[in-house]
């Protein structure tokens, strides 16, 4: 099912008043996807019935990362439990869980061959683990029949829910990504249904409980931040020793969600990218067209490499992170 016909079977966005979509700018626009391989891969997910975010999301990469048979896999069904005002998949009641998925994301991630395959869902707020074990089935079913690809979550916040997070750590995926989508003022009116404690917490306790896997998060611009709160945002995460961090510009959906407060310009982000270097970040990815999965494979090896450099030059102990905080002490207290 296509992200359109899901969100007709799901009409509970529709009660938005309307936001005229603004006009983009040119260093924004993408070509339509048009490729054989973009074809060839729609066909596969379809033949398995896997979701994708990248359709689901209305990604503007998908042609080019479809082209090169980069995907990232949505488990856990194509209708979400929150209605974040950024996010363009269907809000409502979930789906029932395919217990045949996990099989099913690991035939397809060994029909394209693929080096590293970018597994997220969907919220389940309505399971008792959040999904945790579902993401857990996944990378063992994976692990089992292409024991060379490497493996990255994008998970939810699983709402605080009780050993959700050790249930994947456990399976040790080489990437562990949650995005925190934008700054703590905004949360109410973007990300309504998380907390931005809860999220930092959450990937500070995947470090706690294995520092080997990398952590990445995603952050938008263009809600209506100040360039100081990203910059606080940053060093936040550093404080919870986040290895990747990855910066795209917010675009609108449709009518329905937040409307773009503004279009950041190439040069900005070029900055954003320095100064988050300078604080100690082992990679970053801002541009306007930057999105969380966009070409992670290309990225991870980036990320192997930029680890082997740093633990060469800095001494023993010295993570490089920030100074530390007990995030999971502000978590409960927001």
């Not at 296509?2 to 979509?21: L, W, Y």
């Not at 996010?87 to 690991?106: F, I, K, M, W, Y």
């Not at 399976?171 to 973007?190: A, G, K, S, W």
Request: hydrophobic share 35%.
């Amino acid at each position: 099912m296509t992200a359109s016909e899901t969100r007709a079977r799901h009409p509970e966005k529709q009660h938005r008043p309307d936001n005229p979509v603004a006009r983009k700018p040119d260093w924004i626009r993408v070509k339509a996807p048009v490729s054989p391989e973009y074809h060839d891969l729609r066909r596969l997910m379809r033949r398995l019935n896997l979701n994708t975010v990248c359709e689901e999301a209305a990604c503007p990469n998908i042609g080019q990362c479809w082209s090169h048979g980069h995907a990232t896999v949505m488990i856990l069904g194509s209708v979400c439990t929150r209605g974040c005002a950024f996010c363009n998949v269907a809000t409502g009641r979930p789906d029932q869980l395919d217990p045949h998925e996990p099989e099913s994301v690991a035939e397809a991630c060994g029909a394209l061959g693929l080096r590293h395959i970018v597994i997220t869902s969907v919220d389940r707020d309505d399971l008792d683990d959040g999904g945790a074990g579902h993401f857990a089935r996944t990378i063992r079913a994976i692990r089992r029949t292409s024991p060379a690809t490497t493996i990255e979550v994008l998970t939810p916040d699983f709402r605080g829910k009780v050993g959700a997070i050790e249930m994947v750590v456990a399976e040790q995926p080489d990437v562990f990504n949650h995005n925190l989508e934008t700054v703590p003022r905004l949360y109410p009116r973007i990300r309504p249904g998380a907390r931005y404690f809860t999220s930092l917490a959450l990937l500070d306790r995947v470090k706690a409980l294995d520092p080997e896997i990398f952590t990445k998060s995603g952050l938008m611009v263009g809600l209506g931040e100040s360039r100081e709160e990203v910059l606080q945002v940053m060093d936040d995460q550093r404080a919870a020793d986040i290895d990747f961090l990855t910066i795209g510009q917010y675009l609108q959906p449709t009518p329905k969600h937040t409307p773009v407060d503004r279009f950041v310009s190439p040069d900005e982000f070029r900055g954003l990218e320095g100064t988050a270097y300078a604080k100690g970040f082992l990679m970053v990815s801002a541009s306007p067209l930057t999105r969380s999965s966009y070409l992670a494979g290309d990225d991870f090896a980036r990320l192997q490499a930029a680890r082997r450099a740093r633990q060469t030059a800095v001494p023993a102990g010295d993570t490089g992170a920030g100074d530390t905080v007990d995030l999971m002490r502000l978590a409960a207290q927001h």
